[in-house]
């Protein structure tokens, strides 16, 4: 029996240091694992002291770190066999740094809420520790690291100097998995690869082989081909960190594969989502899953689909910004109360429904409701189902919402404005009147819970095959819009018996993601699927109170500081989640002037590459993942809005959705995650976190 061979990031990072000469000897061991990796006498042993089922193979004077189960072997590690080398040689077995003995993350979180400037750091020890080995030209050369780094590591004299320093995550870890000894119980928890041939591992440490693919466990494999040659379209439904967008990504090559196999020689494909940060990071990952396939494949965001055809075929876009439109809902409502129809009463209900609901819900109304979903008449709004708003409406009061409509549309046509929503219904039209629209042999829409119904009916329309229509959603990381049902969206969006269910989380670890879940429970859209499992375990995500901005920042730079060192990782791994931009700006300039460097940037300049700490908005985080996260920023006490008067049950729906948004930064953690909130609780979304969940400190008073 041949076992199949799979590697860990921290394996190939390693084989690095190592000559060809000796790659090539390491490589000959390996393939004895293929043919047989049970322990066997002095050659094969159990390693001890470890969680899982960590085996060593001797080399000469090297080990292979290794784990195995059913037809599988998991290379973890290579390492120099103790006292191996010595003076100026590159690589020691054994060193002075104990990863273990780190301080753990949750000592700089058990501090009390609101410390004092005078507050000791528990991460003061350990700033003298010295690196086992030097970092030399040599050896970043043969770490690939790039040129621009090596004055910056070369300086790095203790484990301080290494974590303080701006080093991209994917540099940082090869130098700490070449100069430590690796936690392999950490190291068993990385994502896989699939290794493929041992000739691939000498090409890779060549320079020839760039990388290797993600090896996706059983439960994401079944659904890469799952009901492809089916009747119609797949759903793939999943909480946060279960892998729906890497099954999209594979699925994209899968479609393509089919496509050719049934005769399609130059398949065309589109991959799309909402978010031009997702649409760049998927089209990364696409490349390098599909070579020079992937010339067959476009990866656009919806609205730039919605964009090519208004442009081809209608009057350019014209959107009215937010504050506009709220000034112009404002007349509207002026204006539409002195045109009420009907009787006394059925006029005073209608002026009452009119002025009782603040203007943001009124346009959100129009808008998602429906202008999204299509609605046409005031008979089909009376009788359609608004699923996701909390607030009721009789007939009468629907009547006055498509009465303010109607005014509302006109005073912004005045003006040569329209809306968002508008602009997506108009360019359905046109598509659905061109003699030869643009179609793709198969669509995977990732993330559609945040998509507009008439978004999803053009991309509905665009794809040539109802069953080569592939979409991953999550009810409950929906933070635009409300919610509605796929039959409302397109007749052809039925998925009896093509809808499946990821529940394995390889994001997050099951402290954080259960701590979030019960964070979310009031606001969820959707059933949570009660069976989860998770691959990743650590510290409980953390509340803390802080009174002033001082504070926070402090704060913030302190624990970042730990968990980088905790988890051998570079500052440029951290993300502060905030509300707003004006405060996100505030906050950088502040952890900057500590001397932590950061940086704030929008969706539109997200740079994921870039040195220092990332400050981005709640809405700017869907869809990223960080290892540490900090949401913060909400001492002013201005989130989220609600405008004085705003009815109960509007509160609750702003509530709900709020909610989610916040759930879905919360779950932007990988391995640590801390939430920093008002001393004086000014935030009523910041509450109720469960103690047996929650890190609440000492004294937060929660």
């Known amino acids: 029996m041949n076992f199949e061979i799979i590697h860990k990031p921290t394996f190939t990072n390693q084989l690095l240091v190592f000559p060809k000469e000796q790659v090539v000897q390491i490589l000959e061991k390996i393939e004895v694992l293929r043919n047989d990796p049970k322990p066997h006498g002095k050659l094969k042993k159990k390693l001890h002291g470890y969680k899982g089922d960590v085996y060593r193979l001797r080399s000469g004077d090297y080990r292979i770190i290794y784990t195995y189960g059913d037809g599988w072997v998991v290379l973890m590690g290579v390492d120099a066999r103790k006292d191996v080398y010595k003076g100026d040689k590159l690589f020691a077995q054994t060193t002075e740094i104990d990863i273990n ?36 030209e040599e050896l970043l050369k043969r770490l690939r690291i790039p040129t621009e780094y090596w004055t910056n590591l070369i300086a790095c004299k203790t484990l301080d100097d290494l974590t303080a320093i701006n080093l991209p995550s994917k540099w940082c870890d090869i130098v700490f998995d070449c100069i430590a000894e690796p936690n392999f119980d950490r190291v068993l928890n990385q994502p896989s690869y699939v290794t493929g041939s041992t000739d691939d591992l000498l090409r890779f440490t060549e320079g020839e082989l760039l990388g290797f693919l993600l090896k996706m466990n059983p439960e994401q494999e079944k659904f890469v081909n799952w009901a492809i040659n089916a009747s119609g379209p797949t759903l793939l439904k999943g909480g946060p960190g279960t892998g729906k967008s890497t099954v999209a990504l594979y699925r994209v090559r899968a479609l393509l594969a089919t496509l050719q196999a049934n005769g399609v020689k130059k398949p065309k494909i589109l991959f799309t989502t909402y978010t031009n940060a997702l649409i760049g990071f998927s089209q990364q990952l696409l490349e390098s899953l599909l070579g020079e396939d992937i010339k067959y494949v476009e990866v656009k965001t919806a609205d730039a689909i919605i964009a090519s055809i208004i442009n081809q075929n209608g009057k350019k876009a014209n959107i009215a910004s937010g504050d506009v439109l709220r000034k112009i809902m404002k007349k509207a409502i002026a204006s539409a109360i002195e045109s009420l129809e009907g009787n006394l009463l059925q006029r005073q209900a209608q002026e009452q429904t ?61 003006q040569g404005l329209e809306t968002w929503h508008q602009l997506r219904s108009r360019a359905l039209e046109i598509l659905r009147d061109m003699d030869a629209p643009p179609l793709y042999d198969g669509v995977v829409i990732d993330e559609a819970q945040d998509l507009d119904p008439n978004t999803l009916r053009i991309l509905t329309q665009i794809c040539a095959s109802p069953n080569r229509l592939f979409i991953t959603a999550d009810a409950n990381q ?92 570079g500052i440029s791994s951290c993300a502060v989640i905030v509300p707003t ?25 997200l740079d994921l590459n870039k040195q220092g700490v990332k400050v981005i908005t709640l809405k700017a985080a869907k869809g990223l993942e960080f290892p540490i996260v900090a949401i913060a920023g909400f001492l002013d006490g201005s989130y989220p809005i609600i405008a004085k008067g705003t009815p109960d049950e509007e509160i609750t729906e702003i509530l709900a959705r709020e909610r989610r948004t916040l759930f879905v930064a919360m779950t932007r953690a990988m391995r640590a995650l801390l939430v920093i909130i008002p001393a004086d609780n000014s935030c009523i979304l910041l509450d109720n976190f469960d103690s047996q969940l929650w890190n609440l400190g000492n004294e937060t008073g929660l």
Request: charged share 25%; proline share 3%; aromatic share 8%.
């Open 101 to 136: 003995a780190l301080p753990d993350v949750e000592a700089i979180l058990t501090i009390k809420p609101s410390y004092t400037k005078d507050f000791s750091s528990p991460t003061a020890t350990n700033t003298e520790t010295l690196l086992p080995i030097s970092l030399t």
């Open 354 to 414: 009119l002025k009782r609901l603040s203007i943001d819900y009124l346009i959100d109304e129009i808008s998602t409701v429906i202008t999204a979903r299509e609605i046409n008449t005031l008979e089909a709004y009376q009788t359609t189902s608004r699923t996701g708003r909390e607030i009721s409406l009789n007939k009468t009061q629907r009547q006055a919402i498509w009465h303010l409509r109607e005014n509302f549309y006109q005073l912004l046509a005045e």
């Open 478 to 569: 929906s933070i635009y819009g409300s919610s509605f049902r796929w039959s409302d969206v397109h007749q052809d969006l039925k998925f009896v018996g093509r809808t499946g269910v990821l529940r394995v989380n390889h994001r997050t670890t099951r402290e954080i993601n259960e701590a979030a879940i019960a964070y979310l429970t009031n606001g969820a859209l959707d059933d949570l699927e009660k069976q989860r499992e998770y691959v990743h375990s650590g510290p409980s995500p953390a509340v803390r109170a802080v009174n002033n901005a001082a504070d926070e920042a402090e704060l913030l730079t302190q624990f970042c500081q730990a968990a980088t060192r905790e988890y051998r990782l």
């Open 581 to 605: 931009e004006n405060v996100g700006i505030k906050i950088a300039g502040q952890l900057s002037y500590l001397g932590l460097e950061a940086h704030f940037m929008n969706s539109k300049e």
